[in-house]
């Protein structure tokens, strides 16, 4: 649907369009969490009306929303947590990357006992930043200043490497088919890792310095990759080894986060006009969900089947916009 033609129409034109169309199911609903926190990242539960998990890196914690009644709880992960990254893994664990410990942290969903896997010292101070899962149940993740690593939980051995061209390494992901590629913000690209050597390459976007910072795969196995320098989102092939991209609408955008959901449609976080964008591959348009609060800096999405989960950190809430 045309975002700006709605905007032209005000009261019963404007919500007898939205009910026409379906759009007026897709209105976000808005969930506050414990002042402070500053949410970063978001996972839920694969499970529909599970929990969604975020991380409240201001106070090293990680939080639980039970989306039903918007009750929260807030485990403590450790001393000096900052906590960045989360998903849900395979186990329906809580993963969390945990900047301020150095260490990759797991939370049991049943019984809330978390565990900590420190990285090595030679890895000291890698600012984590994201985590995935790869085909064998094995975790990679990222640090911005120049790394990238795995953990296997089944041996508890954690290996890292330097990351080519040092400090930039940010978002992570696999595909459907567990093939793992992190982006670079500072190094401004893509690259596919080895899984077995752990040996990465280097995939350059045909944008420079376009400042890669998250990354995400559809159904196809193609990677999704939000451009936080020039405001775009790209699209890297991995069949045809072919790239293309397109900017977002609006003065200025600032491409934060991706994430990619169950029908293919690509959503992203717009920092400069404070608003979550859902883009159709198909027809090339977007749809824009503009928080009703200024200064949301949703810094990460994720989601589950028929939602779409992002993180106010600026205003101590997360968002759900529903999936069509």
Sequence with gaps: MNTLYLRSLTGVAAIALLATTGEIAAQPRYFNVPAGGHPHDVAASPRAGGPVYYTAQMTGKLGILDPATGRTEEIPLGRNSAPHGVVVGPDGAAWVTDGGQNAIVRVDAATKLVRAWPLPREAANANLNTLTFDRNGVVWFTGQSGWYGRLDPARGAIDVWKAPRGDGPYGIAATPAGDVYFVSLAGNYLARIDIATGNATVIEPPTPRQGARRVWSDSQGRLWVSYWNTGQVGMYDPATARWRDWTLPGPGPQAYSVWVDAADKVWL???????????????????????????????????????????????????MIPAR
Excluded: H, Y
């Excluded at 717009?270 to 800096?297: C, H, K, M, Q, Y």
């Design 269 to 319: 976080t717009e920092w400069s006009a404070n608003t979550i964008l859902r883009f159709d591959p198909v027809t090339e348009e977007f749809d824009s969900f503009p928080s009703d609060r200024t200064g949301a800096r949703v810094r990460e999405m994720q989601g589950r089947a028929g939602e779409a989960w992002g993180a106010e950190s600026g205003n101590d809430r997360l968002v």
